[in-house]
């Protein structure tokens, strides 16, 4: 598992019902909406029929409106969340094929994540947060203190090592989530809506500097958003979700200029998927 490319092939979730199961997958490849699956079995339909590539060592934002299904797909690349149906590729291997061991490897070393919730511990400081995945997956005290106080000044935190989550801003918060996901050195990072709760100026400070430590860093990024401004300014790589499946992916040029769909057209006139402003995935 050495490159960090994704592929995701056909990757269907159906939440529920699993007695339902094979007949929804039918009607959702023969075509059916996730309403008209939902409605004659009663399941929810997560993701129907996911198909898509993310370029490694680049910056790929996943769009859509509350219920397209993009923190249910995140949450895949990592298994989360398990699919009903599918394939997922990180580099030629399928990670649903991994067993208990593999699939700690591929957390601790191959996939780190940043929530939304920064997701910090409240009883450890801003160094042992920084520190504890790297704490977790076994390396030693020292050399995860280390690396863990390179990072927190590498995201601005200088000074705050012995502070604790309660006693900072939600910027610095999602900054030490930030600092704990680049610590571990893994070469994909899925940041899951991580900067949505911040005040704008504190929002393009984050932007600006994710922007920065990429371009040294050259991870594959996952970022999921549901700000357009957002992806225009970080994606390279730009999927837009719709009702479970992908409407449009291409660069910002592509999704800006030429619009594959009037949702997507709309998207882009508004600044924002139609139907109205999104709140959770």
């Given at each position: ?109 191959i996939i780190s994540m940043v929530f939304q919730g920064f997701g910090l511990l409240p009883h450890l400081d801003v160094l042992e947060n920084v520190a504890f995945g790297l704490r977790a997956r076994g390396d030693s005290a020292g050399r995860a203190l280390r690396a863990a106080q390179d990072w ?130």
């Amino acid at each position: 598992m050495t490159e960090a490319g994704i592929q995701v092939r056909e990757v269907y979730k159906v939440f529920g019902g699993r007695a339902s199961l094979p007949r929804a997958l039918a009607m959702l490849r023969a075509g059916a909406s996730k309403q008209e699956v939902q409605a004659k079995l009663g399941c929810h339909v997560g993701l129907a029929g996911v198909d898509m590539a993310l370029p490694a060592g680049r910056i790929s934002c996943i769009m859509g409106l509350s219920g397209s299904g993009k923190s249910t797909l995140v949450r895949h690349l990592n298994r989360l969340i398990d699919p009903s149906a599918g394939k997922i590729l990180v580099g030629s291997q399928d990670i649903l094929q991994l067993d208990a061991a593999g699939l700690r490897h591929l957390r601790r070393h191959i996939i780190s994540m940043v929530f939304q919730g920064f997701g910090l511990l409240p009883h450890l400081d801003v160094l042992e947060n920084v520190a504890f995945g790297l704490r977790a997956r076994g390396d030693s005290a020292g050399r995860a203190l280390r690396a863990a106080q390179d990072w927190i000044e590498r995201v601005g935190l200088e000074g705050y090592a012995r502070s604790y989550p309660d006693e900072l801003s939600g910027g610095m918060r999602q900054r030490v989530g930030l600092a704990r996901a680049l610590a571990m050195d893994s070469p994909i990072v899925l940041m899951d809506e991580p900067f949505s709760a911040l005040d704008p100026l504190i929002r393009r400070d984050l932007q600006e500097q994710l922007q920065a430590l990429q371009r040294s860093l050259r991870k594959t990024i996952v970022f999921v958003t549901h700000d357009l401004d957002e992806a225009l300014r970080l994606g390279q790589h730009i999927i837009i979700l719709r009702d479970g499946r992908v409407e449009q992916a291409g660069t910002p040029d592509d999704i800006r200029d030429r619009p594959a769909s009037p949702h997507v057209a709309e998207f882009i006139r508004r600044g924002e998927p139609a139907g109205g402003p999104p709140t959770d995935s």
